[in-house]
């Protein structure tokens, strides 16, 4: 049986010595003082182990991560209506890109794109009655913990930066893509962005995605037909111009986000959350796409 603790620990080793740890993302102000020696893996098995190495127990925001979040609780609100509105096809294209939204009229190429989680965004603000108190509950419960919380400060600082959010979310408006004024649904996506978790919180929250749709607590949250889905597009949306490395490299359904981390998973199998806060080019975690290249090739444990 695979020694899951050593293999994080020998890939710890390689993590904490690299010479380029990326770059920590600073066009969210309050996302640059992080400090990029961070690094954490957290693995939480289907037969209820869990592993860790590092700073699994630190929080930091989650950014992006939270729009699979957001997508199986408007799956859960709305169905398949969700895809009259956004497209379920990679972009090839950086996760802020606008130019696909004009020429495909204001239909976002996936709910994982920025556009397409502002869309995703306006469904949560039209179908939950409080929606920012509503989907912080839903994520605690996922997690069973009720210790998640927004960070207001990061929030705030999206809030004062994000032009090219508020274009985005004016252009699906041009479209009548949007439901809800552009600064209400850009509030609640800025919040929902600046949730705050550990990898070891990530893990569990993200556990339903590996269990056929029910939380660590049991309860069935979205079907197994959505499981499915929310894993297709983690594997061939979760990382936008850069999803066919991340399944060439490490072959598992995951989502990053510009905090730094990433959560991946083996249907049936585990959960894996990493954290190193400089990013990649591509606005992936560098040593998190290395770590967990080096996971699925060292355990032989992914889904090819
Ligand atoms: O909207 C944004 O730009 C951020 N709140 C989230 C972007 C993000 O995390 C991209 N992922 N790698």
Request: proline content about 4%; aromatic content about 10%.
């Amino acid at each position: 049986m695979t020694d899951f603790q050593a293999v994080l620990n020998s890939i710890y080793q390689d993590a904490i010595h690299a010479t380029d740890k990326g770059v920590v993302a600073s066009y969210i102000p309050e996302l640059a003082h992080v400090n990029k020696d961070n690094f954490a893996i957290q693995l939480r098995t289907a037969t209820g182990k869990t592993f860790g190495v590092g700073d699994y127990n630190t929080p930091f925001s989650i950014q992006s991560i939270s729009k699979v979040l957001a997508l199986s609780k408007a799956m859960s609100l709305i169905g398949e209506d969700i895809w009259k509105r956004v497209d379920v096809e990679p972009s090839g294209h950086p996760f802020n890109q606008l130019a696909l939204l004009e020429i495909e009229n204001g239909i976002p190429r996936n709910p994982f794109i920025n556009s397409g989680a502002i869309v995703i965004a306006d469904i949560l603000v039209s179908h939950l009655k409080n929606p920012k108190e509503d989907f912080l509950n839903y994520v605690r419960e996922l997690a069973g913990d009720t210790n998640i919380n927004y960070n207001i400060d990061v929030a705030k600082s999206e809030q004062s930066t994000g032009f090219k959010n508020f274009a985005a979310a004016n252009l699906l408006k041009s479209f009548k893509n949007l439901n809800n004024p552009v600064h209400v649904v850009l509030d609640f996506y800025f919040y929902q962005c600046a949730i705050e978790m550990t990898c070891s919180q990530l893990s569990d929250t993200f556990y339903l995605f590996a269990n056929n749709g029910k939380c660590l607590q049991n309860k069935l949250h979205i079907t197994d037909r959505q499981v499915k889905r929310v894993n297709a597009l983690m594997l061939t949306c979760g990382f936008y111009d850069e999803a066919g490395e991340f399944a060439f490299e490490v072959g598992l359904p995951g989502k990053s986000g510009v905090g730094g981390g990433i959560v991946a998973l083996l249907p049936d199998h585990f959960v894996i959350t990493t954290w190193s806060p400089g990013l990649n080019k591509k606005g992936n975690s560098k040593l998190g796409m290395q770590a967990l290249e080096q996971f699925t090739t060292k355990t032989k444990q992914s889904i090819f």
